[in-house]
C-alpha cells in the first residue's frame, strides 16, 4: 500500500470501541470542513461534511463536532470495526470552492 | 461506475526526463485538481481546473504543468522532474459549486 501514513499520529482502538479522531484547524473565517478517510493504496473517500453554522451533524455511525471557539474539529465512530483502519484527514475552506485546505491526518487502528 | 482515473499507479523515471500522468473524470465534472501528497503534510495543491481551456496554479506549482483540451481530461506534466518532485500524486474532480471532491487511486512517482 502507500506509505502515506508515515510520521502520523496513531490512534489504536479496539474493534467495538468507540473512537475519536481530533482536528485543529487554522482559519476561523473557514465556513465548511469535510472529513475524508483514505485506505491503503487508494485516494481520499468523503466521509461526512459540516458547514460552520452547526456544531453537530451525524451520519451512519459517524458524528462530526464543531467547535469554533477552540477551532478544532472532531470525527467520532461508533463501535470501530476493522474496516475502519485508515488515515483520515479533515479539511476546511478557506473561501470560495477552491480554497479547501487539508490537515495532515491521523492514523486509525483497530485491533480484534 | 463513477470514478477518476489515473494512470500509471507507479512510476520511476530519472531526473530530467518528461513525464505525464494522466486524468480522467467520467462524471462530466466542470472542476479538476491535482494534489500531491507527502508524509505529515497532508494534501497541497498542484493545479486547479474550473473548466475547458481554464487552468491556474494552487499551492505548490513550480515544476509542474497542466492542460485542460477536453472536460473529462486533466493530465498533469513534468517537464524536467527532479527527486523533491518524488511524492504521492492525486487527481480530484468535482461539480463547480459543491465542495466534495472525488479523488483518483493515486500515482506514486518516484524520480531518482
Known amino acids: 500500500g502507500e506509505s502515506v501514513g508515515l510520521h502520523l499520529p496513531t490512534l489504536s482502538v479496539q474493534e467495538g470501541d468507540n473512537s475519536i479522531i481530533n482536528c485543529a484547524y487554522s482559519n476561523s473565517a473557514s465556513d465548511y470542513f469535510i472529513w475524508y478517510k483514505q485506505e491503503s493504496g487508494k485516494g481520499p473517500q468523503f466521509i461526512i461534511d459540516i458547514r460552520s453554522n452547526m456544531d453537530k451533524r451525524q451520519g451512519q455511525r459517524v458524528t462530526v463536532l464543531l467547535n469554533k471557539t477552540v477551532k478544532h474539529l472532531s470525527l467520532q465512530i461508533a463501535a470501530t470495526q476493522p474496516g475502519d483502519s485508515a488515515v483520515y484527514f479533515c479539511?476546511?475552506?478557506?473561501?470560495?470552492?477552491?480554497?479547501?485546505?487539508f490537515g495532515a491526518g491521523t492514523r486509525l487502528a483497530v485491533h480484534p | 461506475e463513477a470514478q477518476v482515473t489515473q494512470n500509471p499507479r507507479y512510476l520511476i523515471t530519472v531526473t530530467g526526463k518528461k513525464l505525464t500522468v494522466t486524468c480522467s473524470q467520467n462524471?462530466?465534472?466542470?472542476?479538476m485538481s491535482w494534489y500531491r501528497q507527502d508524509p505529515g503534510l497532508g494534501l497541497r495543491q498542484i493545479y486547479y481546473?474550473?473548466?475547458?481551456?481554464?487552468?491556474d496554479k494552487g499551492d505548490v506549482p513550480e515544476g509542474y504543468k497542466v492542460s485542460r483540451k477536453e472536460k473529462r481530461n486533466f493530465p498533469l506534466i513534468l517537464e524536467s522532474p527532479s527527486p523533491n518532485q518524488t511524492s504521492l500524486y492525486f487527481c480530484?474532480?468535482?461539480?463547480?459549486?459543491?465542495?466534495?471532491?472525488?479523488f483518483g487511486s493515486g500515482t506514486r512517482l518516484t524520480v531518482v
Open positions: 480530484a474532480s468535482k461539480i463547480t459549486g459543491d465542495y466534495g471532491y472525488t
Open positions: 481546473s474550473m473548466n475547458v481551456e481554464v487552468t
Open positions: 462524471m462530466n465534472h466542470e472542476y
Open positions: 479539511a476546511e475552506n478557506t473561501g470560495g470552492y477552491n480554497k479547501l485546505i
